[in-house]
Nanobody
Framework: VQLVESGGGLVQAGGSLRLSCAAS????????MGWYRQAPGKQRELVAT??????DYADSVKGRFSISRDNAKKTVYLQMNSLKPEDTAVYYC???????????????WGQGTLVTVSS
């Protein structure tokens, strides 16, 4: 399974960006998808996650970011509004997957996309 992210870039404070992450591969199901971020010199942190029952957000992005999924396309989106300089980070897509052949669970990460918010 591979995750390919897109949509990062440079934006001014107060602006918006939309990240996309598409999963591809053979014979797998997705249990959950989400976004994490890692700012320079900091640990990777959860931004938002979504499974079949609920969504969850970091307190720092509640009310500004929105996660959504297109299950048919195996794609997850992150709509980011009212961006702040402190949102600057590399954003990573994450997915929990089940291999149909082995029934094994595998957590997969994307390569990351850089979001830079200027003040």
């Amino acid at each position: 399974v591979q995750l390919v992210e897109s949509g990062g870039g440079l934006v001014q404070a107060g602006g918006s960006l939309r990240l996309s992450c598409a999963a591809s591969g053979r014979r797998f199901s997705i249990t959950a998808m989400g976004w994490y971020r890692q700012a320079p010199g900091k640990q990777r942190e959860l931004v938002a996650t979504s499974d079949d029952y609920s969504t969850d957000y970091a307190d720092s992005v509640k009310g500004r970011f929105s996660i959504s999924r297109d299950n048919a396309k195996k794609t997850v989106y992150l709509q980011m509004n009212s961006l702040k300089p402190e949102d600057t980070a590399v954003y990573y897509c994450n997915a929990g997957t089940i291999d149909h052949m082995t029934s094994k669970y595998l957590e997969v990460w994307g390569q990351g996309t850089l979001v830079t918010v200027s003040s």
